[in-house]
């Protein structure tokens, strides 16, 4: 059932803000423990001695969040989302290929110094070294897979392709995060906080397409 427009406004923010308040507050605990080398560090050690194990499986997986993967997927959704938007007269049409361009740009903009502020020595599995902490991987195939997934969805004429869609996404994710895991190339912790980092930009990726796509606006047709 169609929530009335009156109760959408007053539900909405209550939403957004735990969508947004929740992952940031997670990151800001994780990376409080990986510099204060808290419990959850130990922790996350003992964890990765027990996933570490490399293969040619691990590697494949963990080029998933290479930007040369990534990087031309997001690439290909946002040229054909440009498009459909455009040749349907959308209102702001550029706005969310655009918010989707800024965030894949934001990605090493925030990761890379948050590896110089956390210092964070790498697994056994990998050269002696530090900046390991977030993981540059795992957040680059969650903005890059994450934004083509949200920019996509609304162009998706039946519930079974969106599905599909959303399934697809999150297979990557956690292929890419899983891989790097698996080859030693990152703890687990830094996974997460990646996870937990973007999730901040994709949901304010999907406000500004919901933004172009409410109400009273040209947008794409419904299924």
């Known amino acids: 059932m169609p929530i009335p427009a009156n109760q959408e406004r007053t539900t909405l923010p209550g939403s957004v803000a735990l969508l947004l308040a929740l992952p940031a507050l997670l990151f800001t605990l994780i990376t409080w423990q990986i510099v204060a080398a808290g419990p959850l560090v130990r922790l996350d050690e003992r964890l990765s001695r027990v996933l570490v194990n490399p293969d040619r499986c691990s590697e494949l997986l963990a080029d998933l969040g290479n930007v040369q993967v990534a990087v031309p997927v997001l690439a290909v959704a946002l040229g054909y989302v440009a498009v459909r938007h455009r040749r349907a007269g959308t209102d702001r049409w550029w706005l969310p290929v655009a918010a989707a361009a800024?965030?894949?740009?934001?990605?090493?903009?925030?990761?890379?110094?948050?590896?110089?502020?956390?210092?964070?020595?790498?697994?056994?599995?990998?050269?002696?070294?530090?900046?390991?902490?977030?993981?540059?991987?795992?957040?680059?195939?969650?903005?890059?897979?994450?934004?083509?997934?949200?920019?996509?969805?609304?162009?998706?004429?039946?519930?079974?392709?969106?599905?599909?869609?959303?399934?697809?996404?999150?297979?990557?994710?956690?292929?890419?995060?899983?891989?790097?895991?698996?080859?030693?190339?990152?703890?687990?912790?830094?996974?997460?906080?990646?996870?937990?980092?973007?999730?901040?930009?994709?949901?304010?990726?999907?406000?500004?397409?919901?933004?172009?796509?409410?109400?009273?606006?040209?947008?794409?047709?419904?299924?």
């Not at 195939?141 to 162009?155: I, N, Q, R, S």
Request: net charge positive; hydrophobic share 50%; with cysteine.
């Open 102 to 223: 800024l965030l894949m740009t934001l990605v090493p903009a925030l990761v890379v110094p948050l590896k110089d502020l956390t210092d964070r020595p790498g697994t056994p599995a990998v050269p002696p070294g530090t900046g390991y902490y977030p993981s540059g991987h795992a957040a680059t195939a969650v903005v890059a897979y994450g934004c083509a997934t949200l920019l996509l969805l609304p162009w998706l004429r039946t519930a079974l392709a969106r599905r599909a869609l959303v399934a697809l996404c999150v297979a990557l994710v956690l292929g890419a995060g899983y891989g790097v895991v698996r080859r030693g190339y990152h703890w687990p912790l830094d996974v997460v906080g990646s996870w937990c980092l973007c999730s901040v930009l994709l949901t304010s990726l999907w406000l500004s397409v919901r933004a172009v796509t409410a109400p009273g606006r040209s947008q794409p047709p419904e299924p």
